[in-house]
């Protein structure tokens, strides 16, 4: 045999030898890219369907916040209804919207009754004994029938006290 064709058998073995001691490492590298590869495209699929997830809630979020800004519209109308009503239900207990009660032809067959011209209820409620002729009376006073203290606007704050001062005047005359 010739030394070249030693060498070449030799070179040969090596290289068979080399080969199957890297195969391995060559697979189990192969196999970590694929093993990565997947995992990657697992991650990325994973983190897609995510954020599909995040993005519909995130829709439905706001819609359910329409939906409840709407209703709280909604309770305030109705609240606002409700004042209105109460308000209007006080007014008709006091008589002060019999008008509103009264058609333009019927004005003639409730005009002692209304609570626009007679107010004679109202006594009970104030605790002033007066009629409404009385009260008339005393409102429409003119300056010159009214006490020397209530015209120089120097007098008494309260009607109480006006009405002591008054008095005063009356006991002196």
């Not at 939906?67 to 004042?83: D, L």
């Amino acid at each position: 045999m010739s030394t070249g064709l030693i060498i070449a058998i030799v070179v040969v073995v090596l290289i068979l030898l080399a080969l199957l001691l890297l195969l391995p490492k060559m697979r189990a590298k192969s196999n970590e890219r694929k093993a990565e590869k997947e995992l990657e495209s697992r991650r990325d699929r994973v983190a897609t369907e995510h954020r599909e997830t995040a993005s519909a809630r995130q829709t439905e979020a706001d819609r359910a916040e329409q939906e409840a800004e709407i209703a709280q519209q909604k309770a305030r109308a109705q609240r606002a209804e409700a004042e209105q009503h109460e308000s209007e239900a006080k007014l008709h207990e006091r008589g002060l919207a019999d008008d509103k009660l009264v058609e333009d032809h019927e004005r003639d067959r409730f005009s002692g009754v209304t609570g626009d011209s007679d107010r004679s209820g109202d006594a009970d409620r104030t605790g002033d004994d007066r009629t409404a002729d009385d009260r008339t009376v005393a409102d429409d006073r003119t300056a010159g029938e009214q006490p020397a203290a209530r015209q120089a606007g120097d007098g008494p704050d309260t009607e109480y006290e006006q009405g002591r001062e008054d008095e005063r005047e009356q006991q002196r005359r």
